[in-house]
């Protein structure tokens, strides 16, 4: 008989009990001495069980007797002192045998600290206790593992190398915080594991790891054991000057990259490249090309690849398509030995349905919310975070350092942040609920994107945080102290849906739309805001950013090349996705690589050229960039001139007396004899112009410079008299010598 009631036997070898701890492993019945002690132990499928007792230097080896059919056995033992008896437990299976440690012979495994931070939501680096840890206890090597999933009737550590069972090892219950946690001896790396979670309800499903460093390949879902301290990092140069640095007066000009199609290996059945491939073919196109920054789409582990990896379910693994956490790891290490900021998509906006991972996770809506009309996202068919439950804003804050402390990432740009913002956002009527105040913002999600922000920028001095907004919603990148989000810049949406509408009109009519191209100037300090052409201008019929521009082919590319000289001249950090660069003729498609193969026609060469050479430019000159976010970086030399659709400007870096004049004739025709005015006189060397041969124009230009006049203009006393090329960009710089 055993000394166990009935319900709990059954509770136990059926993988319903919610506190194994306190019946399995060693337990201590009486006092005196000897001492005796009960030794419990649950092995499903086993024939017969032994204890192998450690006594001084001798090994004794103690039947245990069988209390369930289904393998749960005990033992009484005498032991002289307070510790428990050493042992080992010896499986019997059939003729298989199998020695092992008891994992519930280990334990005090999470602080009472941990579970008290954990539960307020302030617990910042939760991933370091939470999920599964390669650690040493008493010794011993294994894994630890910690769940939360308060609402479950009992949670089992899953895996290969207890074949799934559900019921071998039942994690424990610590009180009232909801955290399950279980130390699993002598497991080595590359173990597969889940969490299976019995619902109240009855029903029970195998979970992923919401702290997970490492998943199987989709459409495979099970997390693997991975030891994040083994890197060695080589970057100490580039993280020491970021943390002295302030991003906002330094050069950024971004590419963005989806890792998945940038290029691929037609010869080996389309695939994608690795991580380390990147890092050989990647990393020194983007050096060559002068991109100061990598932007990368979602690299956190997501199901479905249609998706970009904007429906994540790993919010600390970096997709297992391309390599392992140190492949990434290495691949960032390299963008920064080689001087590259490494940008990444993140996105706390929502989450995917998908039934292995966070949604219903304990059987509940725990990290959504319950009602649908705040829980479930009308347009992506996603689940919304409780922004409001402290857990959740905990696993969420915990993922946004994970990527700064572990992968030295440079920078988060949080994506959907409008959708965050507003209850009522893609709702009508009663399909939203108000605030506490009766009003349309989400409260909870101001407080946590606040937070966000205030902890990068406490931890990683020198990284940004990045909001794309896509409404008015004020002082998004303005300091929480002053009562704004703050977010370091936002993306300037109107300007990129102004600008690209501008230059895919026919020039004959941009006379009656210039206001598309000059009214982000009302606004354009109103934020610290990037410029981007990004990925979802070049998909869903939207054409490539080359098939947009109007005209036959040789004005596509004119268009083009003055369009980019414009992206490089107005206030702003710049972002360009990848293909761009290129001319890709067609949209771009996730499933293939980029259309490599036009760079063997001259036009798509020398429009690469031409981008390189426009952002090499870029960081040479201080005007571009030292002052992008007020007006004393910019001026207006004239916006009248809408008949002829010429448009003229001034940057200036914080030196006043170092500017640039950037002039822009958006018709096809040649303008002659065209004077703006300028700040003062001497020579003014044309550094750039879109139209040069070598960049496939017609060489319409100033000769290398012109020297200014002291003829009035535009309300100044110099003035240039210049030469404008059809579709074209001009930019020139005074001081220099003819």
Not at 21 to 32: A, D, E, K, T, Y
Not at 222 to 250: C, H
Not at 520 to 526: G, K, N, P, R
Not at 551 to 560: E, I, R, S, T
Request: glycine share 10%; aromatic share 14%; hydrophobic share 35%.
């Amino acid at each position: 008989m055993s000394t166990l009631e009935q319900r709990e036997i059954e509770e136990l070898v059926w993988g319903e009990h919610g506190n194994p701890f306190s019946r399995l492993g060693p337990h201590r019945i009486s006092g005196g001495e000897p001492a005796r002690w009960v030794i419990r132990a649950l092995v499903p499928n086993a024939s017969r069980v032994e204890v192998k007792r450690f006594e001084g230097e001798s090994a004794t080896l103690v039947p245990m007797k069988s209390v369930h059919p289904e393998g749960l056995f005990e033992i009484e033992l005498e032991q002289t002192g307070e510790e428990a008896p050493g042992y080992h437990l010896r499986c019997h299976y059939g003729e298989h045998l199998e020695e092992r440690l008891d994992p519930y012979s280990f334990r005090e495994l999470l602080s009472d600290f941990d579970l008290h931070l954990l539960g307020e939501g302030n617990h910042y680096h939760a991933y370091r206790r939470m999920g599964a840890h390669l650690e040493t206890r008493h010794g011993v090597k294994g894994v630890r593992f910690a769940v939360w999933a308060p609402n479950a009737r009992a949670v089992a550590v899953v895996g290969d190398f207890n074949q799934w069972n559900t019921r071998s090892h039942p994690m424990d219950l610590h009180g009232s915080t909801g955290i399950w946690q279980l130390f699993v001896p002598e497991l080595p790396e590359g173990t597969y594991y889940k969490f299976h979670v019995r619902f109240r309800d009855g029903g029970a499903q195998a979970k992923t790891d919401p702290f997970g460093f490492y998943f199987e390949q989709p459409p495979k879902t099970a997390g693997v054991i991975f030891d994040l301290d083994r890197y060695r990092w080589g970057d100490e140069q580039w993280m020491s000057s970021r943390r002295q640095g302030d991003p906002l007066t330094a050069p950024m000009n971004i590419y963005e990259v989806h890792l998945g199609s940038w290029k691929r290996r037609a010869a080996e059945q389309n695939r994608s490249l690795t991580y380390r491939e990147l890092s050989d073919e990647l990393i020194p196109y983007v050096k060559e090309m002068g991109f100061t920054h990598l932007e990368l789409l979602p690299v956190t582990e997501h199901p479905y690849s249609g998706s970009w990896g904007y429906q994540t379910t790993g919010y600390f693994a970096p997709t297992s398509r391309f390599g392992d956490p140190d492949d990434f790891r290495a691949f960032v290490d390299r963008c920064h030995q080689e001087g590259i900021g490494v940008l990444l998509d993140w996105v706390p906006a929502h989450f995917p349905r998908d039934t292995h991972a966070l949604a219903s996770y304990d059987g509940t809506a725990l990290y959504e919310h319950a009602d649908p009309r705040r829980g479930a996202h009308p347009d992506w068919g996603t689940l919304i975070f409780n922004y409001g439950r402290n857990e959740v804003r905990n696993f969420l804050l915990s993922s946004a350092l994970f990527w700064l402390d572990e992968y030295h990432i440079d920078g988060l740009r949080v994506d959907a942040v409008a959708s965050m913002l507003y209850l009522d956002y893609s709702r009508e009527g009663q399909e939203w609920l108000p605030n506490k105040y009766g009003g349309r913002e989400n409260l909870d999600a101001i407080d946590f994107l606040r937070r966000f922000n205030e902890l990068v920028y406490e931890y990683h001095p020198g990284a940004v945080t990045m909001a794309e907004e896509s409404t008015s919603w004020p002082m998004v990148s303005r300091p929480t102290y002053l009562g704004g989000l703050g977010f370091s810049m936002k993306w300037n949406m109107g300007w990129m849906h102004d600008s690209l509408d501008y230059v895919s009109t026919d020039p004959i009519y941009r006379k009656y739309h210039q206001g598309k191209l000059t009214f982000s100037m009302l606004y354009a300090f109103s934020e610290n805001y990037i410029l981007p052409v990004s990925h979802d201008e070049v998909v869903h019929g939207k054409k490539s950013l080359l098939d947009k521009q109007p005209g036959d082919v040789w004005q596509k590319f004119a268009n083009l090349r003055a369009f980019l000289t414009y992206l490089m001249g107005h206030p702003g950090k710049k972002l360009l996705f990848m293909g761009c660069e290129i001319g890709q003729w067609w949209e771009w498609n996730a499933e293939s690589q980029l259309d490599w193969h036009l760079l063997g026609w001259e036009n798509h060469e020398k429009l690469r050229q031409f981008v390189r050479e426009l952002n090499h430019l870029y960081p040479s000159e201080p005007a571009l960039y030292e002052v992008d976010f007020s007006w004393e970086g910019f001026e207006w030399i004239d916006i009248q001139d809408h008949e002829k659709s010429v448009i003229s400007f001034l940057r200036r870096a914080r030196d006043p007396e170092d500017f640039l004049v950037f002039v822009f004739n958006f018709t096809p025709v040649p303008r002659y004899d065209y004077r703006i005015g300028v700040p003062r006189g001497g020579f003014y060397r044309e550094l750039l112009n879109s139209d040069a041969e070598s960049w496939g124009g017609g060489n319409l230009g100033n000769m290398g410079g012109v020297e200014a006049e002291a003829v009035r203009e535009h309300n100044r006393d110099f003035s240039l008299r210049l030469t404008l090329p059809p579709l074209g960009g001009v930019v020139l710089k005074p001081g220099a010598s003819e």
